[in-house]
């Protein structure tokens, strides 16, 4: 297309909508037990880590999304101290829980280590440091086995797991059993927090994401950002039976992050504010729908 | 790509990151004094209005859009009564004005005829009615020429302008003497608003019409909203010598919606707290630059 | 891509191999009871009829296409008086049928008639005064069911068919089952030619049909061109009982256009030997398949 | 697009006109003094290599270049002792050359040596044994240089250079006064072939390139044959003041091919037939062209 570039990396968002990202190399690239890997150094995005064609972190704007996954969850819970991290095996998830000083164990369940070894290799941006911080316990395994059988209690449990697709072995990780589950496990000053798809590109998922969490939950939100690498705003749902993420006020988040000396790029105050306000038409939308995910029948990604 | 189709249209943000729509028709492609001028049908935004290849409205969202361009300026008035439009020949910005019950007298200056005809044609759910309305007064020429010219006041300003392209003739309406004539027409009571490209596209293109805005005006506020046809956040820069953008209330947004009986799709006193409330890095960044647009050393976009 | 062009019609040869056509326009699209039928205006190649997403024939480089296909199989004959077009609703295989002074009936067999009309009213260069020709007879029906049914001779028959999707209706048209058919209506004297695929993107398929002529017919040759807005070249498979085309000399192919008093722009004595020598792993390969379409057992063009 | 692929490499033909490739790796990235140097792995191709932008060879079909190259000159020669190449760093234009027992030197002049060494790294069913055969001398050296500077006197000289682009090095090498140089060091029994750029995408230089080699040697002839993974016909030049290339029948073809126990996979009597049979559009328009490059007023690629 121009004189400096002929490698692109076409994702589609729906059969009629893609998005096309000039690359420099395919750094690396390789089938693991559960997905196709691939490492790739684009032009406007740096390093991009894709998951069977989808991308999941990008090196220019990675701590958009793990800042927004995390901060708000750790802070409306005030003093964490067991963090579970379903998924992330990049380890920016880890990353950001480990900023906060009252953390003493993190658990991170990933089911694919192949993800976890090539993030160390090619992604160190993400995880520098983090898989050797005694304070984190990493689990090769199904985060579903992890969460029905384990006996410990979790004052946060973050989902940065895949989308539901029908296909693929996440689905169940988004269903009204298993939030229940995790309801017990966080018991009733626990904070809950999950990615959520897309409002924008899959509004439907989004809507029944929140409505499946708001079922098993006193306290419910959904908020969502802009990431430029996704080409989107992604959405994410916060749950508690215990703390209101709704009455979470700007001024409490910069002093959190103040009075444990956080350092962060794009979360504070305003940017919490930012993302708990959402537009009306969005609001509308998510909110009319009822229709709750279960194993039986379960939401996915639309094809 | 799908059994559904074959015919794209690709639009680059760089030279190496583009995004490309589905189309079943070009319905309309006319190259007129100004520009290449195409009325395209797309699966996932519908209508689409492409002016020199880049995407100006989509039947989909430009509810968005022009929502947000319009209401803050409009509410931060409270009571305007002569609105003039630059730009904006779809007719959609007049359409979001016309709302406003104290509004007598509404100018649009376009320069380009063939926009306003097409649009009329091809895009009438962007201005039924508008341009029958007996208070609109249509004027096809330079805005520059306009605004140095008027003998007029007005009471809410609204540039809906093409962006500052290096070979284009808008360039010269993000500069700092067109800002200074313009809070001469809008006096101390008035309110000017203009789109500012994208603030994460474009950052510094974005920043500059800011920084140049409140070079001229007392108060001057950025924000900035997510267009999915535009597949990028949009931004917008509003000011004023006599009003305080950034100390408008969600509340009174509500209120003043509700009290001139205007209805929105997008906007409310949420989505105005979600468009203002500017997360850290991006407003670290705009805040930092220091560079004012001028006709002798104008700010461009990047090509 | 360039300043030129941002609308694209993209087509797949496989499912990791395309084509990129710049377009000004769609002309014209309209889903028939057969297929979805485009008329798009394209920067390189003039006008070009899509059928179901694939070319079918380009403003710039049809008349390679339809004199490849026709006038081997009319000089073979020598003197064909009676001519059976299956398929061909452009028009343009008439075309060059209807040069030969010998012909007195021309008999075109289309199963979609608005094939035929949009060619009449869009793509009149390839078919000027054709259907008004009083030796042209236009049967809008199924091939397959005339072929069967006619109790005529026909000199030449000519199968300018789609390809044989399995989808598709056309595949029975390329079984041993129909070739003997053919073989009964065209007698000892007559020529048959058609169609079949590109022996360089999907040989398997081009071979398959070669070998199925050849069980019914005592002669039977394949031979090639190259087509632009194929970006392939495409193949075809000329027999008959009575007269050999391997035999047919490059003078006598000169002499007989001169004696016709033919004009054609890509055919003569030097095309027709460039077409039917066929380089070396091509022959070998053609030759090595030993497979016959049958309807019970059809031969497909790969997914 | 498809479950199979996300990454492409698109090559442009022109600025409206282009291919996709669907790769599964890039292999190796490398910017050397004079060129971006990428070998990748594509789907349909597999390894291809591509100088700045535009594919060189691919691993599925460089045997029908590099043989379309080489033989046609070094049969009409009959017995080449040494052999000039220029250009051609991938080594299989010397494989072509090293098959004849006749050949006692073969020397290949390549300006870039970073292309050799990467493919003797990775391409290596290019040149496998090649650059160790004691008749051959490498030189890292400018063409133009060599071939004004040499003593010696060689049977056949081939061009196998990139496209004569205005801002690249190698136009010179597409010139009368080259031409008339290359005539000097191969005397009356001499053969000189020559790549010609694609007679279908540049028409016109192909057609000057013939034209000016005919403005040098007695007799000329021009060929061409499809090569897929360029995705179009390429054209070729060849030319003796003492043997008529246009009298190498495919007889003497396969005669001598088989006199010297030479293996070819595409080249025989009939590939030749075929390569010099040219249809009569594209050799009346060669054969109109009367425009020669020269140092003062070159041709060069369309841009």
């Known amino acids: 297309m121009s004189a400096r570039n002929w490698f692109w990396y076409i994702e589609f968002d729906t059969p009629t909508h893609a998005h096309m990202k000039g690359l420099k190399r395919i750094v690396y690239r390789h089938r693991s037990k559960y997905q196709d890997i691939v490492v790739a150094e684009s032009f406007d995005f740096g390093l991009v880590l894709i998951l069977d064609g989808k991308t999941q972190s990008s090196q220019k704007d990675e701590f958009i999304y793990h800042e927004a996954l995390v901060h708000p969850a750790m802070i409306l819970h005030g003093s964490p101290r067991r963090v579970l991290v379903l998924g992330g095996g990049e380890g920016a998830t880890l990353r950001e829980v480990l900023k906060y000083p009252t953390v003493e164990e993190a658990i991170m369940v990933d089911i694919d280590e192949d993800v976890v070894r090539i993030s160390r290799e090619y992604l160190r941006f993400m ?5 050797e911080d005694r304070r984190v316990k990493l689990v090769i395994g199904d985060a579903l086995d992890y969460v029905f059988s384990t006996k410990d209690k979790y004052d946060v449990v973050i989902a940065d ?3 539901p697709l029908e296909e693929g072995p996440a689905y169940k990780l988004y269903t009204v059993e298993f939030y229940r589950r995790v309801a017990e496990i966080i018991g009733d000053t626990g904070v809950f927090v999950t990615q959520a798809t897309s409002p924008t590109n899959t509004p439907r998922t989004h809507a029944v994401i929140y409505r499946t969490v708001r079922e098993v939950f006193r306290y419910t939100a ?3 950002i802009f990431i430029p690498s996704f080409e989107a705003v992604w959405g994410f749902v916060i749950a508690s039976n215990g703390r209101d993420p709704r009455k979470l006020e700007s001024e409490h988040v910069d002093r959190e992050l103040h009075r444990n000396n956080i350092k962060t790029r794009f979360y504070d105050g305003e940017a919490h504010k930012h993302m708990f306000s959402v537009p009306k038409h ?3 939308y998510i ?3 009822d229709e709750v995910s279960t194993v039986e029948k379960p939401i996915y990604m639309p094809a």
Chains 1, 2, 3, 4 share one sequence.
Not at 127 to 131: L, R, S, W, Y
């Open 287 to 289: 909110e009319s729908v």
């Open 222 to 224: 959904y908020y969502h």
């Open 282 to 284: 969005l609001r509308e």
């Open 161 to 163: 797991l895949s989308d």
């Open 127 to 131: 995880n520098e440091g983090v898989f």
